[in-house]
């Protein structure tokens, strides 16, 4: 078989530069919640001034265990041995997708009542799906995969995909229903730790029948 030729160069830079953004990314969070001015001189008040803040708790929480997930998955799933230029930029694109995850968290804990901020912060959410499965299927197509985990390529397109579709699902539910489909985005971080278990399950199962063998 004739190798390819082309500039290939490893990946530890690339990971690198991933680690510092989601750390970056989700420190700045935080700034979406914003506590409303004013004084506060009863505890009725500060019950007020909490419930006004929590909807705002519950999407930090959301966008927070989203980014932990998608840092994790790839941290596990970053199963590429070497990388080139187009792999690097489809990276540095989906890489700006989950730096802009604060400001379209900002927008719908600002604007929880509309149907537009909702879409911003699914459309953000999706578009970070769909290029973490373009990273996988182009290094697959090139050969820039390695080889034990080749096999396990239905598998994890299948994971890649489901995100996508949960968020494709929250937006056809914001015309609905915007509280159920916000609600339906929880099912993302919940997916990354299924997606490990299974994962750790497999890779103990083929150890056994490889022992038996």
């Known amino acids: 078989m004739k190798k390819k030729l082309g500039l290939y160069f490893p990946t530890n830079r690339l990971e ?3 680690d ?4 970056i990314a989700m420190t700045i ?4 919640i914003e506590i409303p001015m004013g ?5 009725q008040l500060f019950l007020q001034t ?8 519950v999407v930090y929480f959301l966008s927070f265990l989203i980014l932990a997930g998608f840092w994790i998955n790839h941290h596990i799933l970053f199963l590429i041995k070497k990388t080139n230029l187009t792999l ?5 694109f989906w890489l700006m997708f989950i730096t802009l ?18 879409f911003i912060f699914d459309l953000n959410l999706l578009m970070i799906g769909l290029f973490s499965y373009m990273i996988w299927r182009y290094a697959l197509d090139h050969d820039l995969i390695r080889e034990n985990a080749k096999p396990y390529d239905p598998y994890i397109r299948r994971i890649t995909l489901f995100m996508p ?3 494709f699902l929250s937006i056809c539910i914001s015309f609905l229903n915007l509280k159920w489909s916000l609600l339906i985005l929880f099912m993302i971080p919940l997916l990354f730790v299924v997606a490990i278990k299974v994962w750790t399950w497999r890779d103990l199962k083929k150890l056994i029948l490889r022992t038996k063998d």
């Not at 909490?50 to 708790?57: D, Q, S, V």
């Not at 995850?101 to 901020?117: D, G, K």
């Open 16 to 18: 690198t530069l991933t």
């Open 20 to 23: 510092g953004l989601f750390a």
């Open 29 to 32: 969070l935080v700034v979406t």
């Open 39 to 43: 004084p506060i001189h009863t505890s």
């Open 50 to 57: 909490t419930g006004e803040i929590l909807p705002k708790y």
């Open 88 to 92: 690097t930029w489809i990276n540095v």
């Open 101 to 118: 995850v604060p400001l379209s968290t900002s927008i719908i804990a600002q604007f929880p009542q509309y149907q537009l901020s909702q």
């Open 165 to 167: 579709a949960i968020v």
